[in-house]
């Protein structure tokens, strides 16, 4: 019996996994604070409500990854955790698997008896070069800490959080980072090398690496709100600001035909690579200001609340505009350039989504917006459709209850990763020049 997928994102500030069943049904687990701690012997991982403050952390390991990609991994103990990068990575990721596996148990959803469950981890547009250490080392890790799946390394305390003894989770690092078979990836990105690379199987459990531009479009891509010219057809710019990175990619959903006349055909074209200024250096620059005004008892977790909490007081200060103009750069830039020759030109208007947290900050909507209108006016695409171009919200169709647009664009992520169709996205890395599609 097919008993879903679960999907993982793993993020810089948070990290959040969610559960879709074959029929639909869906599970949002707790957002966890990326932070690891270490407490006596033990490393720890606290759900993000918390706000858990310790002597000795680690943040932004994901960022670290990001900006340091060729940095000791599985060598060199870390001072404040006295484990490796890598075992720490491994960790967190394994108590996210940990809560998963508890929490879905607990609904009566057995997992230890699937056939295959298949677990998606998403990841940066992780494509340049100097980014394959970076996308290598998080393949392993996330190999690694699904060996460990159906273990009890990880233990929740009573204050809901996750930890796991230091020495054995050194001892698991040891006997099952060698895992073998797994092949290298190329020095430069090649996407029918990276797939080689990027899925595989662990016992009972799949697992498959998915790009966050496309993990977090895949929910909107899917769906049919009212008053398309036609429901069938969409074309969606997705631009994924997570805490370490911004993200964007464009896809489609057009229709078959030959034998599969009128069926959708769900298609992304290359991404963009993954660009290092997103919410985080916005979080930096609102902390710094307030110093700057002699508010230093003011907190980052402070400032990043403030950045989601729809106050625009601060719109007007200078690096807001220098983050938004920044970010739109790259988006207009990476529009410019996307291989559709057949789909973008025609009807329907391209819609935007705008995903993670910072999202919530208004500015960056404008920009993106007046960014790629520009750049589809340098194209020569038509005055029409060009006023057509729209920034859309969350599906009224998307799963759970209760979630602000907000929450929904940070879970975006995790629910296109956990999404059983996700298997039907097709990627095109010629673009789209095919008569077929015409």
């Known amino acids: ?11 810089t500030y948070s990290s959040k996994w969610c559960y879709t069943a074959a029929d639909g049904n869906v599970v949002v687990g707790r957002i966890w604070d990326s932070r690891v701690w270490r407490e006596d012997d033990d490393l720890v991982m606290y759900p993000l409500e918390l706000r858990y ?93 699904l060996s460990g799946f159906f273990d009890v390394l990880c233990h929740g305390t009573p204050e809901g959080a996750i930890k796991a003894p ?15 078979g797994l092949p290298s990836f190329p020095p430069a990105y090649s996407y029918d090398e990276y797939q080689a690379c990027a899925t595989g199987a662990v016992g009972t459990l799949s697992w498959a690496l998915v790009f966050e531009s496309c993990a977090a479009g895949f929910p909107y891509i899917v769906s049919s709100p009212a008053g398309l010219v036609a429901p069938w057809i969409r074309k969606i710019l997705v631009v994924d600001i997570g805490a370490g990175s911004t993200d964007c990619g464009y896809m489609l959903r057009t229709i078959q035909h030959g034998k599969n006349e009128g069926k959708p055909l769900l298609i992304w074209l290359p991404s963009a690579p993954a660009f290092e200024r997103a919410g985080n250096w916005l979080t930096d620059q609102i902390l710094a200001d307030w110093r700057n005004q002699g508010q230093t008892q003011r907190t980052k977790a402070e400032a990043e609340d403030y950045k989601t909490s729809g106050v625009t007081d601060w719109y ?10 920044s970010i739109t750069e790259r988006v207009e830039h990476y529009m410019r350039n996307v291989r559709d020759e057949i789909r973008l030109p025609r009807d329907p208007g391209l819609e935007i989504v705008i995903t993670g947290g910072s999202s919530a900050v208004k500015p960056i909507g404008e920009h993106i917006l007046g960014g790629v209108i520009f750049a589809l006016t340098a194209r020569g695409i038509s005055p029409n459709l060009i006023k057509a171009t729209t ?48």
């Open 53 to 145: 403050q310790g002597q000795f952390g680690e943040e932004q390991l994901k960022r670290k990854l990001i900006f340091d990609p060729d940095q000791p991994f599985w060598e060199g103990e870390r001072h404040r955790l006295k484990t490796t990068l890598g075992e720490a990575v491994v960790f967190s990721l394994l108590a996210l698997l940990s809560d998963a596996r508890e929490t879905l148990t607990t609904r009566g959803i057995s997992l230890a008896h699937s056939n295959v469950l298949p677990v998606r981890f998403s990841h940066p547009n992780w494509i340049e070069p100097e980014s394959i250490p970076s996308l290598q080392n998080y393949r392993d890790a996330v190999v690694v800490a």
């Open 1 to 11: 019996m097919d008993s879903g997928c679960i999907g993982i994102d793993w993020g």
């Open 166 to 180: 230091i020495q054995c989770l050194r001892e698991f690092v040891k006997d099952n980072k060698q895992i073998s």
């Open 316 to 325: 007007h200060k200078p690096f807001v505009k220098e983050w938004c103009n």
């Open 391 to 438: 920034i859309v919200g969350p599906p009224k169709q998307m799963p759970g209850g209760g979630y602000t647009d907000v929450q929904y664009a940070q879970l975006a992520v995790c629910l296109g990763a956990s999404h059983p169709g996700l298997t039907q996205f097709k990627h095109y890395p010629n673009g789209l020049r095919e008569p077929t599609l015409a």
